[in-house]
């Protein structure tokens, strides 16, 4: 069963990945709120000063902007074929897999056990993006650490 996006996504995952980080510098590093973002939204639920359901409301969209090129570029990079896709690297996959999620799951544990008061709020904003990441750190140093043998078998 193929269900890895073309190898094509990676390039996009990769633009989105870079426009979510820039805009994430502009947003949260410089704290500048430019005027584009600010649009109306449809909103299934909301609550600030009194609760919206099924509304139109003012939003100012800049944070769900960086969320969401960050989480498609992820995904995409993640999960995306490589150019000489093979079993041997459908195994590093799973393992890759398992591993970030034992390892984001520590991490969160380690969150709740330690970690308290609005900056645990970062930590959870943090974790929508955490297991991608863990996820292509420890996969592409399997695929480092698997090139030497294969390199060394072909001599």
């Known amino acids: 069963m193929n ?3 073309p190898a094509k996504f990676k390039t996009a995952g990769y633009i989105f990945v870079l426009i979510g980080i820039v805009l994430g510098i502009i947003r949260f590093y410089f704290d500048i709120k430019l005027k ?7 909103a299934v639920y909301s609550k600030y000063f009194e609760s919206n ?9 800049s944070e769900e902007l960086i969320a969401l090129f960050l989480l498609t570029g992820l995904l995409f ?3 995306s074929k490589e150019k000489n896709e093979n ?4 195994q590093i996959r799973l393992k890759s897999l398992i591993l970030a999620i034992y390892l984001n799951t520590a991490f969160m544990l380690f969150s709740f056990i330690f970690i308290y008061g609005l900056i645990f709020i970062n930590i959870l904003v943090i974790n929508l993006i955490s297991p991608f990441i863990f996820y292509l750190i420890i996969f592409n140093w399997f695929k480092y650490k698997q090139k030497p043998q294969t390199d060394q078998s072909h001599s």
């Open 77 to 79: 990079i993640c999960f």
């Open 53 to 61: 359901y099924f509304k139109i409301i003012p939003n100012h969209i």
């Open 87 to 90: 079993e041997q690297l459908n």
């Open 3 to 5: 269900i890895l996006l």
């Open 36 to 42: 584009i973002f600010d649009v109306k939204v449809f």
